[in-house]
């Protein structure tokens, strides 16, 4: 059944008021859309704007195949998920389903696997589907997470969990503890395909990784040598290719840094005492000396109680200061089972962002910094056709982001 959206098209040729900007290749449809109200980054603003093929037009071009009447309804840029996880390619269907769903239309996903990323290829790359970056085999020491989390997929039925049971390393996950271990894995991860978008390395109490690594009870509990990093990030930079560093710890966080990692994976917090959890002016400025980006993922937990006790005790803490220096914060949620959309609840719950700031941060430089060479996250002329129409407005209210009534990608609707 058709959406009440795709039936407000309607066909026809519409006289030119004015000379026109652009004239369409005779295969490009040219939609306009009428009387809506179109986020410029501030504030909506009353406009037409057209689609002429998979590009946005503010002027009229010289001809107009059919009409969309927005009715004052609400447009934005689709948005973005800077930490994801695509565990289960067998189910990639309902995971794209799930983030279109929520406009979720740009994902960078921190780490999976190559063969992971090739089975869900068709889903993903659906013609309104996700666009998806990811890290491929992420990089840490043996027995350190992910690896516990990976060895669940050992369960599942049939080729998937067999290919777990034989081949996390290296296909999967990357276990490394000496320079001699990356150097025999280094040009098997960089001739993944497809080929790794970014590199992904795992700190996990990395101040105390000295005990931790002797200590079975420590399975899955903590990450990579610290001393690694910096060899790991040079050979990325070298391949050109940005390090995005998952860290738990205020110390994680800094050595992550100090190491030259670009992205920083999650906001430091959990459980306990919040002590070793919370950043200091230091920790902030250095950040923003390095031009270091943060995603929030303050919902990682699965726990809304927990996430708002964290807010209140640490995250809060951490996000004032990291945004007084000026550091780049992205939507990012770590729920493979969820999206973005419980991430901009919990942080508007915080009471520390305006409605148009989290939308600003969603729509625009999330998506943005995802993929930072591409025409996105502006509904301007000349950019990408792509963008959300919302029944009412987010900046009254930022839950009204989930009031989607109509997604349309690079020009193509769907209900």
Known sequence: MKSPFVALLIAGSLGCTK?????????????????????????????????????????????????????????VPPFGDAHQHLFDPSRASAFVTRQVHDG????KEQSSAPFARRIAEGALNAPVGVDLI??????TSTGGHPVEVVQRGAQMPGPAGAFVRDSL?????MQVDSRAD????????????PRPDFVKVFLLYSE??????????????????????????????????????????????RNAIEAGVDDIAHLPGGKG??????????????????????????????????????????????????????????IGSDLAEGTAATEIAALSRSGLFT?????????????QTIFPGRRIGRLADGYEASFLVLQDDPLTNIANTRSIVARVKRGVPSN
């Open 19 to 75: 000379s026109p900007s652009v004239v369409p290749l005779p295969t490009e449809r040219v939609v306009e859309y009428r009387g809506g109200r179109w986020f410029d980054g501030t504030s909506f603003v009353e406009r037409s704007m057209y689609v002429v093929g998979a590009v946005l037009r503010e002027r009229r071009p010289s001809r107009v195949d059919s009409v969309v009447n927005l009715d004052g309804r609400f447009v």
């Open 104 to 107: 979720i239309f740009y994902i």
């Open 134 to 139: 990811s890290a491929n085999q992420g990089w």
């Open 169 to 173: 390393d290296p296909a999967i996950v």
């Open 182 to 193: 990356v150097d025999r894995r280094w040009a098997y991860f960089l001739a993944g395909k």
């Open 208 to 253: 105390y990784y000295a005990r931790l690594r002797a200590d079975p009870r420590a399975f899955g509990n903590r990450g990579m040598d610290p001393s690694l990093v910096p060899y790991i990030v040079s050979l990325a930079h070298t391949a050109g290719l940005r390090v995005s560093a998952h860290v738990y710890t205020a110390a994680d966080f």
């Open 273 to 330: 005492d919040s002590a070793p959890f919370l950043l200091t002016e230091a920790d902030a400025a250095l950040a923003a000396q390095h031009h270091v980006t943060v995603a929030t993922t303050v919902v990682q937990h699965g726990d809304s109680t927990l996430t708002d006790r964290l807010m209140r005790d640490q995250y809060a803490h951490n996000i004032k200061l990291l945004r007084s220096h000026g550091v780049l914060l992205l």
């Open 355 to 367: 409605n148009a700031e989290l939308l600003r941060l969603w729509s625009v430089t999330t998506p």
